[in-house]
């Protein structure tokens, strides 16, 4: 079955082909990043007009690449949500427009399960059941996974998302936009030990998280620095390698305790801050210690893409999950609440 994934939720333009019995046979990515960068951030009606724009040509392009025409897609899923809803009823639209004019099932996705179910992508693949760390711009959690669809959640960030506070963070030393793989360019030059920030809930009993009072504490140092004209590219870079190791001490810390909590032995990490080296090297070492192993999609796979919606949406209809007309989008949307 080929399965043609669009996916449209924030600021990238991805679209896919996958085949189950073939794997990925084609997949394009637009990134927005540009074009935001000048406001310092997402600006919704932009993006969702970007999408309208570079939607129809990129779908054209992959089935083409793929040798392939549209009347050999078997299915189309979409991210259905949560999202940006201007930027997700692009999608949507298009989706179900060409689905109806094709005569082919589509089936609206999770855009949280794509990125939880992206390290299928590699080979080898992890098996069912595992726990999934979902580390990204707008989430931060636990998933224990135990199937297609069978997600529990086991942790949750309390207010700011590691990603979101990367940014944040990014934003205070002066970094320009996107902050998160700004700054963790600017921590390689930073030396340990030279600046104490906080680890919030570190040994907090729960797998909950928080971010936003180490987010704090590098505004209170900084401004502090700067009153003192010591604020310099040198303390900058400091201030950015201890930011980024308390993100890594935390996530691998409540890692290995989701492993403990759920009893499983395999963790699958997903979502953008899922391509930082730090954090990826930290949790190979500390859960094979423990006799476990850990899966991560390709860095091309970290971000948002059509390739995880497209496979999210092959497995769904593969586990009999209904298809059909269906143009709504759903901005928020819980993970768990299927």
Same mark, same amino acid.
């Given at each position: 079955?080929?399965?043609?994934?669009?996916?449209?939720?924030?600021?990238?333009?991805?679209?896919?082909?996958?085949?189950?019995?073939?794997?990925? =046979?084609?997949?394009?990515?637009?990134?927005?990043?540009?074009?935001?960068?000048?406001?310092?951030?997402?600006?919704?009606?932009?993006?969702?007009?970007?999408?309208?724009?570079?939607?129809?040509?990129?779908?054209?392009?992959?089935?083409?690449?793929?040798?392939?025409?549209?009347?050999?897609?078997? $299915?189309?899923?979409?991210?259905?949500?949560?999202?940006?809803? !201007?930027?997700?009823?692009?999608?949507?639209?298009?989706?179900?427009?060409?689905?109806?004019?094709?005569?082919?099932?589509?089936?609206?996705?999770?855009? =949280?399960?794509?990125?939880?179910?992206?390290?299928?992508?590699?080979?080898? $693949?992890?098996?069912?059941?595992?726990?999934?760390?979902?580390?990204?711009?707008?989430?931060?959690?636990?998933?224990?996974?135990?199937?297609?669809?069978?997600?529990?959640?086991?942790?949750?960030?309390?207010?700011?998302?590691?990603?979101?506070?990367?940014?944040?963070?990014?934003?205070?030393? !002066?970094?320009?936009?996107?902050?998160?793989?700004?700054?963790?360019?600017?921590?390689?030059?930073?030396?340990?030990?030279?600046?104490?920030?906080?680890?919030?809930?570190?040994?907090?009993?729960?797998?909950?998280?928080?971010?936003?009072?180490?987010?704090?504490?590098?505004?209170?140092?900084?401004?502090?620095?700067?009153?003192?004209?010591?604020?310099?590219?040198?303390?900058?870079?400091?201030?950015?390698?201890?930011?980024?190791?308390?993100?890594?001490?935390?996530?691998?810390?409540?890692?290995?305790? $989701? =492993?403990?909590?759920?009893?499983?032995?395999? =963790?699958?990490?997903?979502?953008?801050?899922? $391509?930082?080296?730090?954090?990826?090297?930290?949790?190979?070492?500390?859960?094979?210690?423990?006799?476990?192993?850990?899966?991560?999609?390709?860095?091309?796979?970290?971000?948002?893409?059509?390739?995880?919606?497209?496979?999210?949406?092959?497995?769904?209809?593969?586990?009999?999950?209904?298809? !059909?007309?269906?143009?709504?989008?759903?901005?928020?949307?819980?993970?768990?609440?299927?």
């Amino acid at each position: 079955m080929r399965v043609l994934g669009i996916e449209t939720s924030c600021d990238e333009t991805g679209v896919a082909l996958y085949d189950t019995e073939a794997g990925l =046979l084609s997949h394009l990515l637009h990134s927005q990043v540009e074009m935001h960068a000048r406001y310092g951030g997402v600006v919704p009606e932009l993006a969702s007009r970007d999408h309208i724009e570079r939607l129809v040509p990129l779908i054209e392009t992959v089935v083409a690449r793929a040798g392939l025409g549209l009347p050999d897609i078997d $299915a189309i899923a979409y991210t259905q949500g949560p999202g940006l809803a !201007g930027a997700l009823l692009v999608g949507a639209s298009v989706a179900n427009a060409l689905a109806y004019a094709l005569g082919k099932p589509v089936i609206g996705v999770h855009h =949280l399960e794509g990125h939880l179910l992206s390290p299928l992508l590699a080979t080898p $693949a992890p098996a069912f059941p595992f726990v999934a760390l979902l580390v990204s711009g707008g989430h931060t959690q636990f998933y224990d996974v135990r199937g297609v669809g069978d997600y529990r959640l086991l942790g949750d960030t309390l207010d700011d998302a590691a990603g979101e506070a990367f940014d944040k963070t990014a934003k205070l030393l !002066g970094l320009a936009y996107p902050g998160g793989p700004a700054l963790a360019k600017l921590a390689e030059q930073g030396r340990d030990g030279v600046v104490t920030l906080p680890r919030p809930m570190l040994d907090a009993p729960s797998l909950d998280m928080s971010f936003s009072g180490l987010k704090t504490a590098v505004r209170v140092l900084t401004q502090r620095l700067a009153n003192e004209d010591r604020l310099d590219d040198a303390a900058r870079a400091d201030i950015a390698r201890e930011f980024e190791s308390a993100v890594v001490d935390v996530l691998a810390a409540k890692s290995l305790a $989701a =492993l403990a909590a759920s009893g499983h032995s395999t =963790l699958v990490v997903a979502g953008g801050v899922g $391509a930082n080296l730090r954090l990826r090297e930290r949790l190979v070492r500390v859960v094979e210690a423990r006799g476990g192993r850990v899966y991560f999609p390709a860095i091309a796979f970290c971000t948002d893409n059509g390739a995880m919606i497209a496979l999210a949406g092959a497995l769904r209809l593969a586990h009999a999950r209904q298809a !059909g007309a269906a143009f709504d989008v759903r901005p928020r949307w819980e993970l768990a609440s299927g």
